[in-house]
Structure formats: C-alpha cells, structure tokens
C-alpha cells in the first residue's frame, strides 16, 4: 500500500543511493571511538552471512531497508519479509513456541511490539547493541535523546517522527480559515459531508481516535457528538478517501494519508492538507512503520546487531526518509524532500501516540468506538 507515493519519491533518490554506499564504510572507519568493537561485529557478522529481516511490505520498502544494506555490506545477504505487523508477529511467536528462533530484527509500527511480541518476551534489549558513536551521539537526535514506545525504554526502538496531519480538503468547498479547530467539524453545514480513515482498525483512523480520547479540549463529548450527529462515512482506502474529496461527494477528510494527498497535489489536483499548526489542538507524533526491535535468540547476532547500527546512521536514515517520505528523529537526515508538515516544530509538544501509554488505551476506545460509530 505504500508502493505509489514511496515510488514517487523513489524516482529522485535513486542515483544518489550507490554513491552513499560507496561513501558508508569510509565514514565509519574514520572513527577511532569503538572501532575495536566495530571491526570485531564486522567481521563476525561477514562469517554468519546474512541477516533475516522482518519489515513493511512493498517494493520500495525492501529497497530502503535491504538492498540499501547489501549495496554497503555486499557480502552479507538480507532475507527481507515484507508484511503487516498483524500478519509477522503471529509467525514469530508460532515459530518461537516450536523452539524456532528464525528472525533477527523487527522494523514495524510500534502497536505490533508493544501488544504481541513485548508482552510474549520475544525481544531482546537495543542499548547494548548501540555501538557506533555516531548513533549513540544524542545531540544528533530529536529532543536530545534515542526515544523508545516501551515504558522501559529498552526494547522498541523509535527512529521516525512524524506529525500527523488533522484533515484533507476540497479548497472549492471549505473555506480559507473555515477549519481551525476539531469543534469546527461539527458545524451542521458539514454533516454529511465528512469522510475518515476507519478507527475501527489499525491505523491512522484509530491513532486519531486515541488522540481525541486522551485531549483535554476534546475527549469523549468530541467524538460522541462527531460521530452521532454528522454522519461521517468511513474507509479503509486511503485514495478513495482523497478521492471522494477531489470530487466534492465529501468537502473533509480526517486522518488522510499525507503522502497520497502531496502526491495527487503535485500533479496539480485539487485537494489541500490543513496542517497541526493550524489547528487549535494541535496533532501528534506517529511513528507510522519507523520502529526497530531485536528479537530475541537471534539465529545472526553480529549481523543483527551491525545492521541496526548501520539503520540508525545518517546515511541509513537518509535512506528511510528519502524512501519512506517521513522525517527521522536523526536531526541531520536531510528533510527538504519533505512535506513541512510532516516536520514536528521546535518547543512544539505534541502527543507521542506510538508510546506505551497510548497505545494502551486501544481497548477502551474501541469499546466507546462500538458504541457509537454507525
């Protein structure tokens, strides 16, 4: 489902990737601080040959999170399964209860770690995988800090940080300053004409969801009113959503895919984005697929542990973001390819949706869900 913008951005970043590969292993040498360390996990991880990797899926991903790798450790090969976190983490946990232990690292959104595989002890910790200086340099980092989604800051690893965009729009219906506010939904003019992400399952929909839960100025009386009193229609189909607003059957779009939107305005189809900084309430930081773990008894230690290094560098991050078109928390990934909105602003907070705490929420907002979505 990510192949189309991915692909877009993809086309522009291309040729610069073989050149970065080329430029990697020079950089890193030039560091003296745990070279030792460095050079002793090289060369075990070059004798164990490959590392399995469980990822998103679609094209573009593997090319961010495999053939990236193998192009600068070409002689370790990258088994990359690219799937939903609802449709790895079931395999995982089958294969660890029958006493197979066949996946070395877990690149995913942060509900998959927090729910399934955290709670069954099938991972290991990250810190003390962390050995390059440049990864363990916190002053290259958003807030200062290597930010985790487990209360115990140990075993899911956060590398992007995203903010989310509130709502889609169809300029030739709203009006310039008309939305500023989540209350502003529920003016009587657009009952009808609203249109979301389903929260009823995983995703944007129901990360938007917790974010109302958990406001102060919105919570349960927001949504209650939201969805009893203006017939909002839901979709799974990020682009039938935008589409639907393009074409004025809907005039809103709440929690849209931000980078289907920015690829359909780029060639000049009429939609806009309505951006947090707009809106009273602000939005919150999701971590979309950006999160990394260890998984326990890895069959390929030293190449687990040399491949999560080398993700976390600026030219692996460079990769992701130029890919993925969302920020990473590395402060020198570069981010002009990037829609502004997307870039969480300095002194800004906004709710860390991807932590612990949050995610927590999931059963009693969709027991509320069930309750008052038609």
Do not use: C
Request: charged share 20%; hydrophobic share 40%; proline share 6%.
């Amino acid at each position: 489902m990510f192949d189309r913008p991915w692909g877009v951005i993809w086309k522009s970043f291309a040729l610069g990737l073989l050149s970065l590969a080329v430029l990697m292993p020079q950089a890193w040498a030039a560091s003296s601080s745990g070279k030792a360390e460095w050079d002793r996990v090289l060369e075990a991880a070059k004798k164990e040959g490959k590392v399995i990797v469980f990822g998103p899926p679609g094209a573009n991903a593997r090319q961010a999170l495999a053939d990236s790798f193998q192009n600068t450790f070409p002689g370790i090969q990258v088994e990359y399964q690219g799937a939903t976190g609802a449709a790895t983490a079931p395999r995982i946990l089958s294969e660890q209860k029958s006493g197979i232990y066949a996946v070395d690292v877990h690149v995913g959104g942060t509900t998959t770690m927090l729910e399934s595989l955290l709670p069954a002890k099938a991972l290991d910790p990250v810190p003390p995988a962390l050995i390059l200086p440049e990864v363990t340099d916190l002053s290259k980092w958003y807030q200062g800090r290597l930010d985790y989604s487990d209360s115990a800051e140990k075993h899911n690893l956060v590398f992007t940080a995203a903010v989310k965009v509130p709502v889609a729009i169809n300029p030739e219906i709203v009006k310039a300053g008309e939305i500023r506010s989540y209350w502003d939904l529920l003016n009587p003019k657009w009952s009808g004409k609203i249109a979301m992400r389903d929260p009823m399952g995983a995703g944007p929909g129901l990360a938007t969801a917790t974010f109302w839960y958990a406001h102060p100025q919105l919570g349960v009386k927001f949504m209650r009113d939201l969805f009893n009193k203006q017939q909002v229609t839901l979709s799974r189909d990020d682009r039938q959503l935008l589409e639907w607003v393009v074409r004025g059957r809907y005039a809103v779009v709440i929690s849209p895919s931000e980078l289907e939107a920015t690829d359909l305005k780029t060639k000049g189809i009429n939609v806009d984005l309505i951006g947090a900084e707009q809106f009273k309430e602000g939005s919150y930081l999701t971590a979309a697929f950006g999160s990394m773990a260890l998984v326990t008894r890895a069959p390929h230690p030293n190449a687990a542990k040399l491949y999560l290094n080398w993700l976390l560098t600026r030219d692996g991050q460079t990769q992701w973001t130029k890919l993925s078109g969302y920020p990473s928390r590395r402060l020198d990934a570069p981010r002009d390819h990037l829609n502004s909105m997307l870039v969480p602003k300095e002194r800004v907070e906004y709710q860390p949706n991807y932590k612990e705490e949050f995610v927590r929420l999931k059963g009693d907002i969709l027991k509320l869900l069930g309750e008052i979505v038609k």
